[in-house]
């Protein structure tokens, strides 16, 4: 009955309101929040209203953009916001969402899915759930084959425009404040990806944990040595474990040149993570997406892989060999490390080249200006 009256519902005649439905995760972030500053650039919500779907409205009571809501649709919601909920979801002409999905509830309505990070590893449980789209966002045409294949949408559906995020890759953001108004001569951002997560309802988790909750450093000894060497060469690193990274398992001692970052510091700084990521001389990552997106930068790029094989027990790749795209310096263990942040203080960037064959097959766009991009795709190709 239920599925019944969802399809009886989802093919209804509506006549859809000027409504724009917004998603990220976390709350106000990503592609999507991206996006939404080149809409109120460009006036959208002079005739749209603008709806922020988020898991605590009152979070952002202190925001008063014209026409622009935020509405509670995560967690345990009240019997009048369910009905609100339903209503706009019902009504709205547009959905742009890029993590958590939100579903298209009649076929009239028009769903712009923008993604948040291109294919390095199959989650075929999430992939295969994104749902009815009308377009998918991508960086390439060299991804679109991929992510067909991973989430059974058509290949037509696919729009090589970039990520408005990586906009602010090329910002210049002033990051004084979050380094404690101190100068390094490097620094260098740590971004591995999540090893456990912070929640227990996925079992996408690996059962083994690092001694201090990160690759590659595996005791407090090494955690001194390499404190050392970052001394010695001025360079500051900084470690911004994942959204998902249950946090508990990560052990590190107060340290002059190896800190960590978390999104509650940049929120502090009104700075978003790509604006920092910008702003630093070397990346440390592992089998994160965001590799992809770093290589806009032209900056060195370092790939822990001394936990691939544990990895890939729980995880599949969505290439055969992730060596044969995934270039630049592979660190195996703490030695590579040590090498590698040499390597930086030295500006010797070993793998320049490899690095530079992938960001050309990886990003059709290589600029700062994929949110006009997208925002252009709405006005001449969806009507808005």
Same mark, same amino acid.
């Given at each position: 009955?239920k599925?019944?009256?969802?399809r009886i519902? $989802?093919?209804?005649?509506?006549h859809l309101k000027?409504y724009?439905i917004l998603e990220?995760n976390?709350?106000?972030?990503?592609?999507?929040y991206?996006?939404?500053?080149n809409?109120?650039?460009?006036k959208?919500?002079?005739?749209y209203?603008?709806?922020?779907?988020?898991?605590?409205?009152t979070?952002?009571?202190?925001?008063?953009e014209?026409n =622009?809501y935020f509405?509670?649709?995560?967690?345990?919601?009240?019997?009048?916001?369910?009905?609100?909920d339903?209503?706009?979801?019902l009504?709205?002409?547009? %959905?742009?969402?890029?993590?958590?999905?939100?579903?298209k509830?009649?076929?009239?309505q028009?769903r712009?899915?923008l993604?948040h990070g291109?294919?390095?590893?199959?989650?075929i449980?999430?992939?295969k759930?994104i749902?009815d =789209?009308?377009?998918?966002l991508?960086?390439?045409?060299?991804?679109?084959?991929i992510?067909?294949?991973?989430?059974? /949408?058509?290949?037509?559906?696919?729009?090589?425009?970039g $990520?408005?995020?990586?906009d602010?890759?090329?910002s210049?953001?002033?990051?004084? +404040?979050?380094?404690? +108004?101190?100068?390094y001569?490097?620094?260098?951002?740590?971004?591995?990806? $999540?090893?456990?997560?912070?929640s227990?309802?996925?079992n996408?988790?690996?059962?083994?944990?690092?001694n201090?909750g990160?690759?590659?450093?595996y005791?407090t000894?090494?955690?001194? %040595?390499?404190?050392?060497?970052?001394?010695?060469?001025?360079?500051l690193l900084?470690?911004?474990p994942?959204p *998902?990274?249950?946090?508990?398992v /990560?052990?590190?001692?107060?340290?002059?040149n190896?800190?960590?970052?978390?999104?509650?510091?940049?929120?502090?700084e009104?700075?978003n993570l790509y604006?920092?990521?910008?702003?630093?001389?070397?990346?440390?990552?592992?089998?994160?997406? =965001?590799?992809y997106?770093?290589l806009?930068?032209d900056k060195?790029?370092?790939i822990t892989?001394d936990?691939?094989?544990?990895?890939?027990?729980?995880?599949?790749?969505?290439?055969?060999?992730?060596?044969?795209?995934?270039?630049g310096e592979? %660190?195996?263990n703490?030695?590579?490390?040590k090498?590698f942040?040499?390597?930086v *203080?030295?500006g010797?960037?070993? *793998?320049?080249?490899?690095?530079?064959?992938?960001?050309?097959?990886?990003?059709?766009f290589q600029d700062?200006?994929?949110? +006009?991009?997208?925002y252009?795709?709405l006005?001449?190709?969806m009507?808005l």
């Open positions: 009955m599925k019944t009256l969802k519902i $989802y093919n209804f005649p509506i000027k724009i990220s976390p709350d106000l972030s990503d592609n999507t991206s996006l939404y500053l809409l109120l650039k460009n959208v919500n002079e005739s209203k603008i709806f922020w779907f988020v898991k605590d409205k979070l952002y009571k202190d925001i008063h014209k =622009v509405i509670n649709h995560y967690g345990k919601l009240s019997f009048i916001e369910k009905i609100k339903f209503y706009i979801s009504n709205a002409k547009y %959905i742009i969402d890029c993590n958590k999905l939100v579903y509830r009649n076929k009239h028009k712009l899915y993604g291109m294919p390095y590893k199959k989650v449980e999430y992939c759930l749902g =789209v009308d377009y998918f991508s960086l390439s045409p060299f991804f679109d084959d992510l067909s294949e991973l989430t059974c /949408i058509d290949r037509n559906k696919f729009i090589d425009l $990520y408005p995020r990586n602010d890759l090329f210049n953001k002033n990051i004084k +404040n979050i380094l404690k +108004n101190k100068t001569e490097k620094i260098i951002l740590w971004l591995p990806t $999540y090893r456990q997560r912070e227990n309802s996925s996408l988790s690996m059962n083994n944990t690092f201090l990160i690759p590659v450093i005791n000894k090494n955690l001194k %040595i390499l404190n050392d060497i970052l001394k010695k060469h001025n360079i900084v470690l911004k994942h *998902a990274q249950d946090l508990s /990560i052990k590190t001692e107060n340290l002059s190896f800190i960590i970052l978390t999104n509650e510091d940049l929120n502090k009104n700075i604006e920092f990521l910008g702003r630093t001389d070397a990346l440390i990552t592992d089998y994160s997406s =965001v590799y997106d770093y806009l930068t060195p790029i370092a892989t936990d691939l094989e544990e990895y890939k027990k729980v995880f599949e790749f969505v290439y055969d060999n992730i060596y044969d795209v995934i270039k592979y %660190i195996n703490f030695e590579d490390l090498l942040i040499q390597n *203080a030295s010797n960037d070993v *793998a320049k080249e490899d690095r530079t064959n992938t960001k050309q097959i990886s990003h059709k700062g200006n994929s949110s +006009n991009r997208v252009e795709f006005v001449k190709n009507g």
